[in-house]
Each structure stands twice: as structure tokens, then as C-alpha cells.
């Protein structure tokens, strides 16, 4: 279960007092087991600025009812009264055994206690969110968290944290001068994510005459790795579009309808390496949903120029209504503006791309599946299969896609979704030279209350397989045409940054990745017409090396122009010969009949 924790000093004194009368300085330690257990200590120093009041006894409301070992002390004992277990907090009362009297005079207490389950496992991540902290003052503080190894790496924070330290079995992060706010703090601990998925694709052709249609299935993206079980019935190929879309393509006849499952694993990273945009105008250009050129857009985009302002400003305009969730109907942005207290993901997606847009920052939405044990906080349509809609933009600095979630940050009551991402968000498809293509998996029903998209967390990982490409000739179609190799991967992964290479024809080709079980024809250069002909290019040889290895892989395939090219060169030998024959035989009458 999510906890969204407060903590609230209340200060109860024995003569009139004001914030400026005190100064409190403390430090909050979190350490947790490997349970997810966690111990809190609580140290304060409160100092006395004024010289006619002082304060004696505090009260400390936690929002726990399951709370165990709760102790308080300052230095001369014990300074625990009362604890009070209401139906959704818990109540502390201190009472100080020597309260400090007079000007700069000050004094030391601290109060502990233990939660049982406050780190949550989720699937192969470990999830914490730290408490609020309001008090009177305003005095910084300073964080400490102990976090056992086995967590994992840290992969995502809604506050910056540089100060992270490893000591014996423990992760230590330190956090100073932390300033008192309303906001929750989220981190994420975990090398990886890990889902299993199983989506369902009902197609029909209702048409008197054949058509080709294609799905999305799961891409591999930037910190988005995808394996595949299998996909059944097989489609025709599978490719991917300029935007980092796979899309299988199938043929139905006349009638025909048939369901497509696929059926796969996802690993989701922390984001590891730099992505470059070839075209950033096509990430810029006005889409249904997304009117870039409209006033209001417009003005907002001179309003709000960098992603954290105009982040901000959907976060703080729109509010999630979540008696829409059941029955989600897409608005666009200005519908969004509109009408803000009506709003999904898809409102808060498309108001942060327009406005984005419009100030010249390339952006696209992320439309997919978002895992979490609590719908309140982050809220998706569980019934349906629409699930949820995220944005990106490219930051030119970091040259990288970052992801936001601008809805999950107006529905956990401010923790900031905007630095990064965490690892629960899977991305079914990227809509970007497109606001409405290609259609997200859960679009393709039998039923309108079919349920067709099944994702839950995995616990053992599929190993990506890297077994060697297969290279086959290709049968021309035509006389003299160009020469054309079809390349095959046959494994349930993407192969990457695939380097094709003949030292028989002088050529070199590369291949940014190849999707799982997909088909690629690629043209060759063609040898010169009369080394075609030789013996030993009958067949010629195919290296290939892919995803960074540095073994070479050969293969051997027929080079049909050399057969071609030899029929060639046979027939107009015959030809030739044929002419010469006539041509002795044409002198040989000639001169037959001169002499007679």
C-alpha cells in the first residue's frame, strides 16, 4: 500500500509564543530492514530567542495506527505522556523534563518509533515515500536514510540527491538543509522493473476484398527492453516506424477475423545512454489534440518557455477526475483549458505538448501501461483497457528524451514526477510525427467490455538470445535489376547496430536495430559483369557483426547475377558463334558462286 505521510509539530506553551520566540534544528533518520520495516529517530535542539516565554510540551500527529517502540527522551529522562491511536493517526504528546529558560538557552530531545511494511515491494523495486514536514519555524532539516543494499540501486528520487554513500550493507543518503514544504518525497530503489504482458488483438475485415493491417506491440525504447514469447498467429513482418514504433503487419481476406496474441517480458531501466534526434521538427508541428498554433497556446507558450514552468502550470491548472477513469474520452488540450476539473492523463499529456510545442521544445506522448498497488494515488482504469498517457521532451542539454507525469504529480499531492520517472511505466506506443497513431494495444476488441491487456510484475527474467542472422539471395524479379539480400532475425529480441559487409562487392551496410522475429530486404552492390562470371562468384560471403560484439559471423549466398549474367554471356556466345557461322557460310556461297 502507498503511504502519503504528514508529520506536524503542534506546540503547545505555557505562556504566549510566537515561531520567532524559538529556533529548532533536527535531523530524521530512516533505517530500513530488509523487510521494508523501517526505525525513525527524530533528533531536535530547540533554542530559546525571547526571555518571558519558553515552551515545555510538543505534540507530534502521525498519520500510522500501526506504530510500535515508540520512545521519547531529552537528557534528563523520559518525556513521553501520552500516546493516542486514532482511526488514522497517531498522536504523541511530550512534555520536556527541564525546558530551556532564557535567551540562546537550549536543549536537546528526540523521539523514535518503528513501521512495520514502510518500504513497499513492487515487483523487483522497492518503493519509499518520506514524510512532509510543516512546523512553525521553517529551519531546515536534514535527512538521513539507511537503505539495505539489497534494494538495489537508487533509480529514481522526486528530490536531488548527490550526497549517496555505501557502507557495509547499507546505502546512505543524505539530504541537508532540506526545506519544510507540503510535498511528499518519493524514491525508488532497483536495478530493473520487470513485467510479464499478454495483449489480445481481435481484427476483422468487414470489406469485400483483401486488406493489410498492422498492430503495435511493445517497442524497445531507451530504457525499455522488450523479449517476446511469442506472437501468434505470425504476422507477414514487423517493422519499425520513424518513431520507435513496432508495428506487425497482417493480411485478412474478405471476411476473415482472428485474434492475435502476444504475448512477451519487459524490462524497464534506469535511463543509461544519450538518444540523438534526427528531425526535432517532427516532434514541433501541429496534431489533433495538440493545436500548436491556436492564440491561447500560443500565449500560454510565451507564458511558461522551459518544461518545469509549463509542467508546473498543468499540474497546478488541471485536476484529475477519476468518475471519468471508467469511461476515458480523449479532449485535447483546449477542451482541457476548458474545462479543468474534468480531466485524465490524456488532458494533462496533451495541455504539457502544446504549450511545449508552441515554445519550441520537441515533445510527444507515451501511451501505455502504469503499474501501482494504489489507484487513489496513482489513478488508472483498471476495467478498461486504456490505461495511461505520460509525455516526454527532449532536453538538448542532457540530449536525451525525458520522461514526465505531470497526472501523477497532481494526484500524489505533489511529489515531483517531473525530474525523472520511476521504473513502473511501460510503453505500449510512442506518438510523436502522430498524436493518434498507431493505436494503442487495448483498442482492438471483441467486445466493448472485453478485457484484452494482462500485465503483472515478473520474477524471472527472460534472457535475450543473440543467435547469428539469416542472410538469403533474393530472386530478382527482373532482368538487370539491382541485386537484393533478405535478412532475417530470428531471435524474440532486437538486434542492434547490425554492420552487413562483402569484400566480394565492396559493400557496407548498417542497420540501426531489427525487431524480434522481423524481415528486412536490403539491395547489395552489384560485381562488374565480367568478374561475375568467374567460378568463385557463384556465391558470395556475408559478414555480420551486431550489437557491439566483436565477433564476425559468415555466411555463404548464392549471387543469382552471376547465373543470370552467365546465361547471358552463353546465349550471345551462341549468338555469336551462330552469326559467325552464317557469315563463313554467307562467303563461302559467295565466293561458290562467283567462280561459276
Same mark, same amino acid.
Given at each position: 500500500?502507498?503511504?502519503?505521510?504528514g &508529520?506536524? @509539530?503542534?506546540?503547545?506553551?505555557? *505562556?504566549?509564543?510566537?515561531? $520567532?520566540?524559538? +529556533?529548532?534544528?533536527?535531523? =530524521?533518520?530512516?533505517?530500513?530492514n530488509?523487510?521494508?520495516?523501517?526505525?525513525?529517530?527524530?533528533?531536535?535542539?530547540?533554542?530559546?530567542?525571547?526571555?518571558?516565554?519558553?515552551?515545555?510540551?510538543y505534540?507530534?500527529q502521525?498519520?500510522?495506527?500501526?506504530?510500535?517502540n515508540i520512545?521519547?527522551?531529552?537528557?534528563?529522562?523520559?518525556?513521553?505522556?501520552?500516546?493516542?491511536i486514532?482511526?488514522?493517526?497517531t498522536?504523541?504528546?511530550?512534555?520536556?523534563?527541564?525546558?530551556?529558560?532564557?535567551v540562546?538557552?537550549?536543549?536537546?530531545?528526540?523521539?523514535?518509533?518503528?513501521?512495520?511494511?514502510?518500504g513497499?515491494?513492487?515487483?523487483?523495486?522497492?518503493?519509499?515515500?518520506l514524510p512532509?514536514?510543516?512546523?512553525?519555524?521553517?529551519?531546515p532539516?536534514?535527512l538521513q536514510?539507511?537503505?539495505?543494499l539489497?534494494?538495489?540501486? &537508487?533509480? @529514481?528520487?522526486?528530490?536531488?540527491? *548527490?550526497?549517496?554513500?555505501? $557502507?557495509?550493507? +547499507?546505502?546512505?543518503?543524505n =539530504?541537508s538543509?532540506?526545506?519544510s514544504?507540503?510535498?511528499?518525497?518519493?524514491?525508488?530503489?532497483?536495478?530493473?522493473?520487470l513485467?510479464?504482458?499478454?495483449?489480445?488483438?481481435?481484427?476483422?475485415?468487414?470489406?469485400?476484398?483483401s486488406?493489410?493491417?498492422?498492430?503495435?506491440?511493445?517497442?524497445?525504447?531507451?530504457?525499455?527492453?522488450?523479449?517476446l514469447?511469442?506472437?501468434?498467429?505470425?504476422?507477414?513482418?514487423?517493422?519499425?516506424?520513424?518513431?520507435?514504433?513496432?508495428?506487425?503487419?497482417?493480411?485478412?481476406?474478405?471476411?476473415?477475423?482472428?485474434?492475435?496474441?502476444?504475448?512477451?517480458?519487459?524490462?524497464i531501466?534506469?535511463?543509461?545512454?544519450?538518444?540523438t534526434?534526427?528531425?526535432p521538427?517532427?516532434y514541433l508541428?501541429?496534431?489533433p489534440?495538440?493545436?500548436?498554433s491556436q492564440?491561447?497556446i500560443q500565449?500560454?507558450s510565451?507564458a511558461?518557455?522551459?518544461p518545469?514552468?509549463?509542467?508546473?502550470f498543468v499540474?497546478?491548472?488541471?485536476?484529475?477526475?477519476?468518475?471519468?477513469a471508467?469511461?476515458?474520452?480523449?479532449?485535447?488540450?483546449l477542451?482541457?483549458l476548458?474545462?479543468?476539473a474534468?480531466?485524465l492523463?490524456t488532458?494533462?499529456?496533451?495541455?504539457?505538448?502544446?504549450?511545449?510545442?508552441?515554445?519550441?521544445i520537441?515533445?510527444?506522448e507515451l501511451e501505455g501501461?502504469?503499474?501501482t498497488?494504489n489507484?487513489?494515488?496513482?489513478?488508472?482504469?483498471?476495467?478498461?483497457?486504456?490505461?495511461?498517457?505520460?509525455?516526454?521532451?527532449?532536453d538538448?542539454?542532457?540530449?536525451?528524451?525525458?520522461?514526465?507525469?505531470?497526472?501523477?504529480?497532481?494526484?500524489?499531492n505533489g511529489?515531483?514526477?517531473?525530474t525523472?520517472l520511476?521504473?513502473?511505466h511501460?510503453?505500449?506506443?510512442?506518438h510523436?510525427?502522430?498524436?493518434?497513431?498507431?493505436?494503442?494495444?487495448?483498442s482492438?476488441?471483441?467486445?466493448a467490455?472485453?478485457k484484452?491487456v494482462?500485465?503483472?510484475?515478473a520474477?524471472?527474467?527472460?534472457s535475450?538470445?543473440?543467435?547469428?542472422?539469416?542472410?538469403?539471395s533474393?530472386?530478382?524479379t527482373?532482368?538487370f535489376g539491382?541485386?537484393?539480400?533478405?535478412?532475417?532475425?530470428?531471435?524474440?529480441?532486437v538486434i542492434?547496430?547490425?554492420i552487413?559487409?562483402?569484400?566480394?562487392?565492396?559493400?557496407?551496410?548498417t542497420?540501426?536495430?531489427?525487431?524480434?522475429?522481423?524481415?528486412?530486404?536490403?539491395?547489395?552492390?552489384?560485381?562488374?559483369?565480367f568478374?561475375?562470371l568467374l567460378?568463385?562468384?557463384?556465391?558470395?560471403?556475408?559478414?555480420?557483426?551486431?550489437?557491439n560484439l566483436q565477433?564476425?559471423?559468415?555466411?555463404?549466398?548464392?549471387?543469382y547475377?552471376?547465373?543470370?549474367?552467365l546465361?547471358?554471356?552463353?546465349?550471345g556466345?551462341?549468338?555469336?558463334?551462330a552469326?559467325i557461322?552464317?557469315?563463313?557460310?554467307?562467303?563461302?556461297?559467295?565466293?561458290?558462286?562467283?567462280?561459276?
Amino acid at each position: 500500500m502507498f503511504f502519503v505521510i504528514g &508529520l506536524l @509539530f503542534l506546540f503547545f506553551l505555557s *505562556s504566549p509564543c510566537q515561531a $520567532t520566540d524559538f +529556533s529548532l534544528s533536527e535531523s =530524521i533518520n530512516f533505517t530500513l530492514n530488509v523487510n521494508g520495516d523501517a526505525f525513525a529517530s527524530h533528533t531536535l535542539s530547540q533554542t530559546n530567542l525571547s526571555q518571558n516565554s519558553y515552551i515545555n510540551e510538543y505534540q507530534v500527529q502521525l498519520p500510522y495506527t500501526n506504530l510500535k517502540n515508540i520512545s521519547a527522551h531529552d537528557f534528563y529522562g523520559q518525556i513521553l505522556k501520552t500516546i493516542d491511536i486514532g482511526s488514522s493517526q497517531t498522536s504523541l504528546a511530550l512534555k520536556l523534563n527541564r525546558p530551556p529558560l532564557g535567551v540562546g538557552k537550549s536543549q536537546a530531545f528526540s523521539f523514535s518509533y518503528f513501521i512495520p511494511g514502510f518500504g513497499q515491494k513492487k515487483g523487483n523495486t522497492w518503493e519509499l515515500i518520506l514524510p512532509t514536514i510543516s512546523r512553525p519555524d521553517n529551519n531546515p532539516v536534514n535527512l538521513q536514510l539507511l537503505i539495505p543494499l539489497t534494494y538495489g540501486k &537508487l533509480a @529514481f528520487s522526486s528530490i536531488q540527491t *548527490s550526497n549517496l554513500t555505501i $557502507t557495509g550493507s +547499507s546505502q546512505i543518503i543524505n =539530504i541537508s538543509n532540506f526545506q519544510s514544504y507540503d510535498k511528499p518525497l518519493l524514491f525508488v530503489f532497483g536495478d530493473y522493473q520487470l513485467f510479464d504482458f499478454l495483449l489480445h488483438y481481435y481484427l476483422e475485415n468487414n470489406r469485400n476484398h483483401s486488406i493489410q493491417t498492422e498492430i503495435a506491440i511493445p517497442p524497445q525504447t531507451e530504457d525499455q527492453q522488450i523479449i517476446l514469447r511469442s506472437i501468434s498467429p505470425p504476422p507477414i513482418n514487423i517493422y519499425a516506424d520513424p518513431d520507435g514504433n513496432w508495428l506487425a503487419t497482417y493480411t485478412l481476406e474478405p471476411g476473415e477475423n482472428f485474434k492475435v496474441e502476444v504475448n512477451g517480458q519487459a524490462k524497464i531501466f534506469p535511463k543509461l545512454f544519450k538518444t540523438t534526434v534526427d528531425s526535432p521538427q517532427n516532434y514541433l508541428t501541429e496534431q489533433p489534440f495538440w493545436p500548436v498554433s491556436q492564440p491561447q497556446i500560443q500565449e500560454l507558450s510565451r507564458a511558461y518557455r522551459q518544461p518545469r514552468e509549463i509542467y508546473n502550470f498543468v499540474v497546478e491548472t488541471l485536476s484529475y477526475n477519476y468518475a471519468q477513469a471508467s469511461q476515458p474520452k480523449r479532449k485535447g488540450a483546449l477542451e482541457a483549458l476548458a474545462d479543468p476539473a474534468n480531466s485524465l492523463c490524456t488532458e494533462f499529456t496533451d495541455l504539457f505538448i502544446s504549450i511545449a510545442r508552441a515554445a519550441n521544445i520537441p515533445s510527444r506522448e507515451l501511451e501505455g501501461y502504469a503499474f501501482t498497488n494504489n489507484l487513489k494515488i496513482k489513478p488508472i482504469n483498471e476495467n478498461g483497457d486504456i490505461l495511461h498517457a505520460w509525455p516526454q521532451y527532449y532536453d538538448k542539454y542532457s540530449q536525451s528524451w525525458k520522461s514526465i507525469d505531470p497526472t501523477w504529480g497532481k494526484t500524489t499531492n505533489g511529489i515531483d514526477y517531473f525530474t525523472d520517472l520511476d521504473l513502473n511505466h511501460l510503453v505500449f506506443v510512442i506518438h510523436g510525427s502522430s498524436s493518434d497513431y498507431p493505436v494503442v494495444p487495448g483498442s482492438y476488441k471483441e467486445k466493448a467490455e472485453t478485457k484484452t491487456v494482462f500485465v503483472e510484475t515478473a520474477k524471472q527474467s527472460l534472457s535475450p538470445t543473440y543467435q547469428t542472422l539469416l542472410v538469403t539471395s533474393t530472386k530478382p524479379t527482373r532482368l538487370f535489376g539491382i541485386p537484393r539480400i533478405t535478412l532475417h532475425n530470428p531471435n524474440p529480441n532486437v538486434i542492434e547496430n547490425i554492420i552487413l559487409n562483402s569484400t566480394s562487392n565492396n559493400w557496407t551496410f548498417t542497420i540501426d536495430q531489427l525487431p524480434p522475429f522481423s524481415t528486412r530486404e536490403i539491395a547489395i552492390n552489384k560485381i562488374n559483369f565480367f568478374d561475375s562470371l568467374l567460378p568463385h562468384n557463384q556465391k558470395i560471403t556475408i559478414s555480420q557483426q551486431f550489437n557491439n560484439l566483436q565477433s564476425n559471423y559468415y555466411q555463404k549466398i548464392i549471387y543469382y547475377p552471376h547465373y543470370q549474367n552467365l546465361i547471358i554471356s552463353v546465349i550471345g556466345l551462341i549468338i555469336l558463334l551462330a552469326l559467325i557461322g552464317m557469315s563463313v557460310t554467307s562467303n563461302k556461297d559467295f565466293r561458290h558462286a562467283k567462280t561459276t
